[in-house]
């Protein structure tokens, strides 16, 4: 949202609350519950509990409010950001050798996330059905079940869009952080002691008490930031003001007050440990209560849900991911978007993790790796970001990166313990993801590489068709074109095969520029090259998508009138055959020729009328 929309800084940053601090407002569910559960070798003690306390706050203080609010969140791509959006920032002005390397990084981060999305909705709402335990302890053996229902369910109604649902996302997380507040106040005023924890001498202390198993601790700690990159990638639905506002008046104020209640609560009855946010209420309001936090965790699935769909779709813009059906579920938001595919995987995913896993408290073993090694790739990007795009002093930046990392990497480090008691999971998820990106990106430059070393100069074909020209047929021809200086390898065909052109001849280019949006001004760029030759190149920003019809429409308002249903689209359809390789790049080139397959055709993509496409097959040895 922008203040194009016209709407008020209250009901942007009600929206904000709503949508980008959902997994994060749903962390005091489990976080201090993991931290002081006695896997660590103590149990509920005094100084570990102001420890922690003292460690939350300040994580709080330093990462959110510090790191991604205040520094992070200044790299924006057209007021736009994402792990992939600083990739792309980092990468403007540096040599080709480190812009790989921050290629790497972006993608790598990327992935990441895919491992985290599908430990997100699970840990949520199984924390949050968890809640029968003690309202009904009876009915524990019904958490799993309920909780794939309700993820069911949720999945279920991602092709309606949210647009309806979503009105009601702020009001009610802005009610769950006004119990998140009420409750944890509650329990404050009665133990008030618990406040010491706010002095960081007690973080200090708690590694001094603790020694080694301090350090692994800080395992369960970053529980609580999880979400935080959601943050940064959200930051163009709402702006930045509206963020940081909702962050510093509602959310900081509120996960505060409740970690620190639960904390003054487990001080005064360490068997509260076994849940203590849901022993915080009262026992008449452990039925709303368990209501309520339901709603939230799947609020905060849905953001998750909703951010993939946003990051799967930069990356197929970018080249990173095949082509695949992506569908608007709204006629007034671009960004409410809808994806069968991923969406489906992305269930199943989520439905054996919690089959597997059966209790949230398993599931936190797996969480934290992919956070924390987002965070520190973030904390490389936003530096680089800082120095060759700002133009910050080196020795300054290296101070902040130097800051960043101090925190960071401890915190990714005592996360690699959880590695054989549930961690390889998102690790083995972001593994596959990053090599299907790798892969797709490589081999796709590849083969465009190997067509363009093969293509015909275009302005020499025109200048010999121009000479001696071809039995010329009435209408308009479209030919697709990749590279705005070869011959479309289509064009070649048909020349070939049928020795024909028709009267009038387009080459089309549709390009992707880094950046989310283009100006309409700049959309279509129109070149005359012979009496019946002209070339077309329409851009697009990486969260719009392409249509020809849009592209036709420009055309006609600059005096290249198309008509699409009385236009014939040419296009080059590659019949690709594995050439020569070791053993592990022919691995790489099957999996390519397996997503080349189940990739979206492309009249699909352009939605072009299926009846007005002629496809010309082509034999390419990669």
Known sequence: MSTDNKQSLPAITLAAIGV???????????????????????????????????????????????????????????????????????????????????????????????????????????????????????????????????????????????????????????????????????????????????????????????????????????????????????????????????????????????????????????????????????????????????????????????????????????????????????????????????NWMLYVAVVIVIVSFEHSSNLAAAYGIAVTGTMVLTSILSTTVARQNWHWNKYFVALILIAFLCVDIPLFTANLDKLLSGGWLPLSLGTVMFIVMTTWKSERFRLLRRMHEHGNSLEAMIASLEKSPPVRVPGTAVYMSRAINVIPFALMHNLKHNKVLHERVILLTLRTEDAPYVHNVRRVQIEQLSPTFWRVVASYGWRETPNVEEVFHRCGLEGLSCRMMETSFFMSHESLILGKRPWYLRLRGKLYLLLQRNALRAPDQFEIPPNRVIELGTQVEI
């Open 20 to 342: 980008v601090y959902g997994d994060i407002g749903t962390s005091p569910l489990y976080t201090l519950r993991e931290c002081l559960s006695g896997q660590f070798g103590f149990g509920v003690e005094r100084d570990a509990v102001f420890g922690f306390l003292s460690l939350i706050f300040w994580l709080l203080i330093f990462v959110v409010s510090i790191k991604y609010l205040t520094f992070v969140m200044r790299a924006d791509n057209a007021g736009e950001g994402g792990i992939l959006t600083l990739m792309s920032l980092a990468g403007r002005n540096t040599s080709a050798r480190t812009t790989s390397m921050l290629v790497i990084m972006g993608l790598i981060g990327g992935s990441f996330f895919y491992g985290e999305v599908v430990i997100t909705p699970a840990i949520s709402v199984m924390s949050a059905i968890e809640g029968l335990e003690i309202v009904a302890p009876q009915l524990d053996t019904w958490i799993v079940p309920l909780s794939i229902i309700v993820l069911t369910l949720l999945f279920m109604i991602q092709k309606h869009g949210t647009a309806m649902v979503g009105k009601l996302f702020a009001p009610i997380m802005l009610t769950w952080f006004l119990i998140l507040a009420g409750l944890g106040l509650r329990s404050i005023i009665a133990n008030p002691e618990v406040l010491h924890a706010l002095n960081p001498m007690w973080a200090m202390h708690f590694f001094l008490e603790y020694k080694t198993v301090s350090f692994i601790a800080l395992g369960a700690v970053v529980l609580s930031i999880t979400g935080v990159e959601a943050l940064y990638a959200d930051m163009g639905h709402f702006g930045k003001f509206p963020i940081r506002l909702a962050w510093f008046t509602v959310v900081l104020p509120s996960l505060t007050l409740n970690y620190f209640g639960q904390g003054a609560l487990l001080l005064k009855n360490p068997e509260a440990i076994k849940n203590p946010f849901f022993l915080l209420a009262p026992d008449w309001a452990l039925i709303p209560l368990l209501i309520i936090a339901a709603l939230a965790t799947v609020i905060a699935s849905q953001a998750v849900i909703s951010g993939v769909f946003s990051l799967t779709r930069q990356a197929v813009r970018l080249g990173y991911l095949s082509p695949m059906r992506i569908i608007h579920t709204s006629e007034m938001e671009s960004g409410q978007i809808y994806i069968p595919f991923v």
